[in-house]
């Protein structure tokens, strides 16, 4: 059997090198550095087919357009049609499980009720409400900073409510910040191909649309759960095991997949590990192209201590990986630059070579 491939990542080299790692041209180039490279190939494939997909699923003419631009909208009708009329009132078919439980297994807790952030954006402060916060910043910075030239009355922070008039900034015609969908106006008709454009002023018309649908998913979800809560106390025997049953269902479904995860999780994003990776590779370029320029001390050991100091990383990190002994002088195989970069990510973050390798090509 042959040995296993290990994936490698596509990486340019910098453009130039710097002095060291504290000036503003070394931070610029390790931000150009890192924004040319964070992009692999495979995620640049995946953005790509992820875009078709959603292209496909937009121009399905079987698929009514509310539901392409709202998957809550789709469970609220789903869950509303699983609704009859008896003579004690208005129950929950048994058929609603599915739809109750699919809906909190794709949003999660958001299913009952949104976050802060999201909230906000469908339900801004009223100007009472901006008036009062802007007088308590006005106090706090009045009595914590007593220099402050703020203090005069203007307030600190000024946030403007939204609205669902088409407002236009005169600085820029693509400003959609006072844009928020009125659902009980007539909404406005477009091609839902449109909403996948990440500049189009539509996708952000239909982020709000489906927060303020999720807003009323919660409120219909924790309705069944009152009713089956109360089966639980009430009902028959059967009625009673059914309930719970869709009481426990619903339980699971809040729990995270965690199926063929690995014991020790990776408490970083892969996109926080590209981003280590990437830094760490800027800065053993710079120490390499320090060690082997014409310019410099002649000794090698003055050359080694001079990189150690301008770019932050010790003399005995370099002697590791340079294959340097105690005298910088060689002795062994060096690293090369990018095996340089994954070790420090690998001993950063915990976790195997192998892994850091599968991330940087996912």
Same mark, same amino acid.
């Given at each position: +059997?042959?040995?296993?491939?290990?994936?490698?990542?596509?990486?340019?080299?910098?453009?130039?090198?710097?002095?060291?790692?504290?000036?503003?041209?070394?931070?610029?180039? %390790?931000?150009?550095?890192?924004?040319?490279?964070?992009?692999?190939?495979?995620?640049?494939?995946?953005?790509?087919?992820?875009?078709?997909?959603?292209?496909?699923?937009?121009?399905?003419?079987?698929?009514?357009?509310?539901?392409?631009?709202?998957?809550?909208?789709?469970?609220?009708?789903?869950?509303?049609?699983?609704?009859?009329?008896?003579?004690?009132?208005?129950?929950?078919?048994?058929?609603?499980?599915?739809?109750?439980?699919?809906?909190?297994?794709?949003?999660?807790?958001?299913?009952?009720?949104?976050?802060?952030?999201?909230?906000?954006?469908?339900?801004?402060?009223?100007?009472?409400?901006?008036?009062?916060?802007?007088?308590? +910043? +006005?106090?706090?910075?009045?009595?914590?900073?007593?220099?402050?030239?703020?203090?005069?009355?203007?307030?600190?922070?000024?946030?403007?409510?939204?609205?669902?008039?088409?407002?236009?900034?005169?600085?820029?015609?693509?400003?959609?910040?006072?844009?928020?969908?009125?659902?009980?106006?007539?909404?406005?008709?477009?091609?839902?191909?449109?909403?996948?454009?990440?500049?189009?002023?539509?996708?952000?018309?239909? %982020?709000?649309?489906?927060?303020?649908?999720?807003?009323?998913?919660?409120?219909?979800?924790?309705?069944?759960?009152?009713?089956?809560?109360?089966?639980?106390?009430?009902?028959?025997?059967?009625?009673?095991?059914?309930?719970?049953?869709?009481?426990?269902?619903?339980?699971?479904?809040?729990?995270?997949?965690?199926?063929?995860?690995?014991?020790?999780?990776?408490?970083?994003?892969?996109?926080?590990?590209?981003?280590?990776?990437?830094?760490?590779?800027?800065?053993?370029?710079?120490?390499?192209?320090?060690?082997?320029?014409?310019?410099?001390?002649?000794?090698?050991?003055?050359?080694?201590?001079?990189?150690?100091?301008?770019?932050?990383?010790?003399?005995?990190?370099?002697?590791?990986?340079?294959?340097?002994?105690?005298?910088?002088?060689?002795?062994?195989?060096?690293?090369?630059?990018?095996? +340089?970069?994954? %070790?420090?990510?690998?001993?950063?973050?915990?976790?195997?070579?192998?892994?850091?390798?599968?991330?940087?090509?996912?």
């Amino acid at each position: +059997m042959g040995k296993k491939r290990i994936p490698r990542s596509s990486v340019s080299r910098p453009q130039g090198f710097h002095r060291n790692s504290t000036s503003i041209e070394y931070a610029n180039g %390790e931000t150009e550095f890192i924004s040319q490279n964070i992009f692999t190939a495979g995620n640049k494939r995946k953005i790509k087919e992820q875009a078709a997909k959603r292209a496909a699923c937009l121009q399905d003419p079987r698929v009514p357009d509310d539901y392409k631009l709202s998957p809550s909208r789709y469970y609220i009708d789903q869950i509303w049609r699983c609704t009859e009329a008896t003579a004690s009132g208005f129950e929950f078919t048994d058929e609603v499980a599915t739809y109750v439980v699919q809906a909190v297994r794709e949003f999660g807790v958001d299913a009952l009720r949104l976050n802060a952030h999201d909230y906000f954006q469908i339900h801004p402060l009223s100007d009472e409400d901006l008036n009062r916060w802007n007088k308590d +910043m +006005m106090d706090y910075f009045a009595a914590t900073i007593p220099l402050n030239e703020q203090k005069t009355g203007t307030p600190i922070v000024q946030l403007k409510n939204l609205t669902n008039r088409k407002e236009r900034s005169p600085d820029n015609e693509e400003d959609y910040s006072g844009w928020i969908s009125d659902l009980e106006g007539k909404p406005v008709k477009r091609d839902p191909i449109e909403y996948l454009h990440p500049l189009a002023r539509a996708q952000k018309e239909g %982020e709000l649309r489906e927060l303020a649908y999720r807003e009323g998913l919660g409120l219909l979800i924790c309705n069944v759960l009152r009713f089956w809560r109360e089966q639980v106390q009430r009902s028959s025997l059967k009625q009673r095991r059914f309930a719970a049953k869709c009481l426990r269902r619903f339980g699971e479904a809040l729990i995270p997949e965690t199926r063929g995860k690995r014991e020790r999780f990776l408490e970083a994003s892969h996109y926080e590990v590209k981003i280590f990776y990437l830094k760490e590779l800027y800065r053993p370029y710079h120490i390499e192209n320090a060690l082997c320029s014409a310019g410099g001390p002649r000794n090698h050991g003055l050359r080694v201590k001079e990189a150690a100091e301008s770019y932050g990383q010790s003399v005995e990190l370099i002697r590791e990986f340079w294959g340097l002994d105690d005298s910088d002088e060689p002795d062994r195989q060096p690293f090369t630059v990018k095996d +340089m970069a994954r %070790e420090l990510t690998a001993r950063q973050f915990r976790i195997s070579h192998q892994r850091v390798s599968n991330i940087l090509s996912s």
